[in-house]
């Protein structure tokens, strides 16, 4: 059974940059699809990225386009979410989720495997 622990998150002013990490232990990386979600007060949680077990293929929910990156690094175990730009309406708590040989995909209830989420705030 996989086990994650997300980091790097925390305050930072709108405009400027933060990258959170998903550190993956009681199994190897190499056979997990990654998602990245949020939940904001009183919203549903939402995906905001994935990354499939090689690499090769990544999604992005529309509202981060153009601003995150997602990365993996299997023999580090980790996974991560470079975020610039960031908007007020980023604020949430970000969680990594991962599937077992699963596809990249952003729809929650694909994740088997869950972490406990990293607070990001953005504000002046």
Excluded at 66 to 76: L, M
Excluded at 80 to 98: F, G, V
């Amino acid at each position: 059974q996989a086990q994650l622990v997300e980091s790097g998150g925390g305050l930072v002013q709108p405009g400027g940059p933060l990258r959170l990490s998903c550190a993956v232990s009681g199994y190897t990386l190499d056979y997990y699809a990654i998602g990245w979600f949020r939940q904001a007060p009183g919203k549903e949680r939402e995906g905001v990225s994935c990354i499939s077990s090689s690499g090769g293929s990544t999604n992005y929910a529309d509202s981060v386009k153009g601003r995150f990156t997602i990365s993996r690094d299997n023999a580090k175990n980790t996974v991560s979410l470079q975020m610039n730009s960031l908007k007020p309406e980023d604020t949430a708590i970000y969680y990594c989720a991962a599937d077992l040989y699963g596809p990249c995909v952003l729809w929650r209830y694909e994740y088997d495997y869950w972490g406990q989420g990293t607070q990001v705030t953005v504000s002046s």
